[in-house]
Each structure stands twice: as C-alpha cells, then as structure tokens.
C-alpha cells in the first residue's frame, strides 16, 4: 500500500528563458519596481522632518519661553493657587472633624468678631481711625 504522492514541479528560475507574467504583454512593457538602492521618498522626508525637529527642540522651547513668559507665569499661579486652596480646605476640613475643634473655633470667631464692632465700629472717632488705616493700607498697595 504505497501512496501515490506528486511532489510539484519546480520551475528553474536561472535559466535565461524569460516568461511573461501577464498573457499576451511584452516583457519590456510591464512596470518595474524601483530600483532597491532608492529609498522611499516619503519616508525618508518624514524622518527628516522629525530628526530637525527634535535638533531644534532646545531654541524652539526657549524662543516660546521667551515670547510668553508672562502668559506662563500667571498659568502657573493660577494653577498653584488653585492646589492651594484645595490644600487648604482639605487641612479645614480634617481639622473639623476632630472632636470640638469645630466648636472652639467657632467660639474664637465671634468672640474676635464682637471685640472688632465694639473696638472700632461704634464711635465715630474710631471708626475714623479704622476708615484712616485702610486707607493708609491701600495706598502702600497701590504705591500711591
């Protein structure tokens, strides 16, 4: 019981008998790939775009730098201000939930709050010295 087993033929591809690949066309004709020594093109432009722009990275970072400073910098304060105040009120807010913290500081502020009415809001001539203060503060702000 031997199997009948065909093996395929195979073609002898250095002989100089040329066959076309497409029926009826000329071997001259067909198109031909570009030679292998030709990289491709579009490749190659997009690593050339990429390499000079990482090699002008560094004075593309300091020119934008330079050119919004300002716009950064009040980015960044904001931002900062921002992770402040949560800051801060995650520190209230866990101060407040220690037992009779909450209620202490409570007590302080109206304690502080009726000492400020009675020390500076009731007679007139305090209430100058107050109106005076202020404004004393707020030129030093504004540095008139």
Do not use: C, H
Not at 114 to 135: G, N, P
Request: no cysteine.
């Amino acid at each position: 019981m031997e199997a009948n087993v065909q093996y395929p033929e195979v073609a002898d591809t250095t002989s100089n008998n040329a066959v076309a690949a497409l029926e009826g066309s000329q071997i001259g004709t067909q198109p031909l790939l570009p030679p292998a020594t030709q990289a491709n093109t579009r490749w190659e432009q997009i690593g050339v775009q990429i390499s000079d722009f990482l090699a002008n990275l560094p004075d593309n970072t300091i020119k934008f730098f330079i050119e919004y400073n300002r716009q950064i910098i009040n980015v960044v304060l904001i931002i900062t201000a921002i992770v402040a105040l949560k800051v801060v009120l995650a520190i209230l807010d866990a101060i407040n939930d220690i037992p009779l913290v909450y209620p202490t500081f409570e007590l302080i502020g109206i304690v502080y709050t009726t000492w400020f009415v009675f020390r500076y809001l009731i007679k007139a001539s305090t209430r100058q010295e107050l109106a005076a203060e202020l404004q004393s503060i707020r030129n030093e702000i504004t540095g008139s």
